[in-house]
């Protein structure tokens, strides 16, 4: 099988997807996690939420930062735009599992507060204001990261000489 060049990856230059990984019995342990389910539970108030699939990505070395970017866009197509995904309760979790240790040089992934509900247009990278630019997210390997997917984020550049890896589960509102 031959090497996909590195600017024609399908999350940017140097990102990979791992596409639907629930079929693999490494992924599916993941759904029922009871240090996760109680999180969610609180977050919708009910136990009534469903898997909707499993998956993840990694950046090799030499991955250029990612744009900033939702995992969701408005679907309820309001003619009048008043009402949009943004003022609902967030329809979709996804838990992201660090498989080694998140730091600022191998890419770990910027977060930026309160996007989750904004109705601004996400900056290009040239726009970001410095305060956009610092949150990102380190963290040990084994730990997971609980997001509401309307939040604004991206992979920071992977300097570093090792690949690193995220592995995910999405669930949906009750």
């Given at each position: ?10 999350w ?21 996690l ?23 990505g ?16 408005d ?27 998140f ?7 910027r ?13 290009t ?7 956009m ?21 991206d992979?920071?550049a ?5 690949i690193?890896?995220?592995i ?7």
């Amino acid at each position: 099988m031959a090497e996909i060049q590195l600017e024609k990856t399908n999350w940017g230059h140097a990102r990979y997807s791992f596409d639907p990984q629930l079929h693999h019995p490494e992924w599916a342990q993941l759904i029922d996690l009871s240090t996760i389910l109680p999180i969610l539970e609180r977050i919708w108030e009910s136990s009534d939420f469903n898997c909707w699939g499993g998956g993840g990505g990694y950046s090799v070395p030499g991955a250029r930062i990612q744009h900033l970017h939702a995992d969701i866009r408005d679907m309820l197509k309001d003619s009048l735009g008043r009402v949009t995904v943004l003022y609902l309760p967030t329809p979709i979790i996804v838990v992201n599992f660090m498989m080694v240790d998140f730091k600022e040089i191998n890419g770990a992934t910027r977060f930026v507060r309160g996007t989750h509900r904004s109705r601004h247009p996400i900056p290009t990278l040239e726009e970001e204001p410095d305060w956009m630019k610092r949150p990102i997210v380190c963290g040990p390997a084994g730990s997971a990261l609980i997001r509401d997917i309307r939040c604004w984020h991206d992979g920071t550049a992977n300097r570093s000489d090792e690949i690193r890896p995220m592995i995910s589960v999405g669930y949906t509102a009750p």
